[in-house]
Structures are given as structure tokens and as C-alpha cells.
């Protein structure tokens, strides 16, 4: 059993930061892509930013600039740096994670999320 933990997230006023962490435990042999994402209310669940076991990142274009994906190593937290936020970035922002429970068995996991609240 697998399980990602989010944390980080709150209500804060437009303008300052947040650091997101999303803690992936459980059996795993081996954690690769990673990513961010989020859901306003209403809306559908969008992508953030993902960041391979190699590190390469990508984002949304809204993001890209304010927004940063990081990692230390395959199994410690992902983070999101969230800088100059704005009240359209208030959503539940989700971790996901693609993990080996083995050499050769991969499947996607999901948190249960956490919530960014931004104020005008």
C-alpha cells in the first residue's frame, strides 16, 4: 500500500509565498515522475508541474515563473514553491506520484490533497 501525504497548504493573503511538501510512503521500491496538481471549485483537476527521477520539470504556463516543482532524491518529498500568489491559485492542489512497489511493477497514486486559500 502506497500512500502521499500533502501538507503546506492554508489561507494567506495575494502576493506572498507557500511551500507545498507531498510525502510518498508505504512499499515502495522506487518513486518517478511526480507531479502537482489542482482543482478550483467548479472547475476540473489541471496539471501544475511535473519533475521526472531525473529531474527535468514542466509547467502549466500560468505557473511557469512563480510557481517551482523540486525533489531531493526517488522516495523523499516532492515540493511546490508557490511565489506571488494570486486569488485565481485558490484551489486543493494534489500530489501525484508514479511508484514501483518493485522492479517492475509501476503504478499512478494520488493524495488526498490540501487546500490553498488566496485572498484579494
Known amino acids: 500500500q502506497v500512500h502521499l501525504v500533502e501538507s503546506g497548504g492554508g489561507s494567506v493573503e495575494a502576493g506572498v509565498s507557500l511551500r507545498l511538501s507531498c510525502v510518498a510512503s508505504?512499499?515502495?521500491?522506487?518513486?518517478?515522475?511526480r507531479a502537482w496538481h489542482r482543482q478550483a471549485p467548479g472547475k476540473q483537476r489541471d496539471l501544475v508541474a511535473t519533475i521526472t527521477s531525473g529531474g527535468i520539470t514542466t509547467y502549466a504556463d500560468s505557473m511557469e515563473g512563480r510557481f517551482v516543482i523540486s525533489r531531493d532524491n526517488a522516495k523523499n518529498p516532492v515540493w511546490l514553491q508557490m511565489d506571488s500568489l494570486k486569488a485565481e491559485d485558490t484551489a486543493v492542489y494534489y500530489c501525484n506520484a508514479d511508484v514501483q512497489v518493485n522492479r517492475t511493477y509501476e503504478d499512478n497514486y494520488w493524495g488526498k490533497g490540501t487546500q490553498v486559500t488566496v485572498s484579494s
Open positions: 508505504g512499499f515502495i521500491y522506487k518513486v518517478n515522475n
